[in-house]
């Protein structure tokens, strides 16, 4: 069961009544979006060429929908990998407001994409969906950058473990990047521990910290 939410920057977003928590900052979805997984991740990648991006939750696709953008708006290529274990549907996304909010066309484009193929949205920005938990993934690449967006880990501790990001840094290339909105020092000490170095960033609105880690 999901339920809509109107975010503080006028964005949707979702709430999970299975796990109790919602899918962004109640601060602003688009905001926070923009700041972490483009902005801090995938803007600064994107001045060494093509750039490979697995994201950890597909849910309702704005990380996608933005990487879209920028590729696009860049010219520059951008191989994306999500997973979901708990699939938006369609008629759920459809009723989300980021074409209004960005100013931009074809978000249903992603959700409409076949999962487990890799499918061309635009001759920049390749998506490749998998219905399944990080848990059972098994990748057959290696990442540039990593959008880590995964629930809360109150809500689901078995996924900011030190094993979780080992087998997170055994899939990024050394020196990529995996950025994340929770600063936790849980979180840091795990990374630390899978193999990366990281490093604290200002957070989007009034939230303090997120943070970007370094593949060693
Ligand atoms: C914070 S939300 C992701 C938000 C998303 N990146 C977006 O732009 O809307 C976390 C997502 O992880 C998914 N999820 C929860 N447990 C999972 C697991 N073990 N493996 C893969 N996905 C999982 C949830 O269904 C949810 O869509």
Redesign the pocket.
Known sequence: MKRFIITEDGSHSLF?AQ?N?Q??SLQGALSE?EHIYINLGLRPALENGPVSVF??????????FLAWKLADQLQKQVFYTS????P?SPLEASQLNYEEATGEKGFMQLHNAEWGKEVTISPFFNLRKQI????DFTPDRFFDII?Y???DPRA?PE?WTAEIFTKIAALTKPGGVLVTYSSKGIVKRALAAGGFKVERHKGPGRKTHVLKAIKL
Do not use: C, I, R
């Not at 994201?55 to 996608?64: I, W």
């Not at 997973?83 to 708990?86: G, H, I, K, Q």
């Not at 399944?132 to 848990?135: C, I, K, P, S, V």
């Open positions: 999970s796990f928590q899918y962004h979006s994201e950890m939750g597909f849910g309702t696709g704005l990380n996608a997973v979901e274990a708990y938006v399944t938990t990080l848990q959008f967006d995964a629930f689901q996924l």
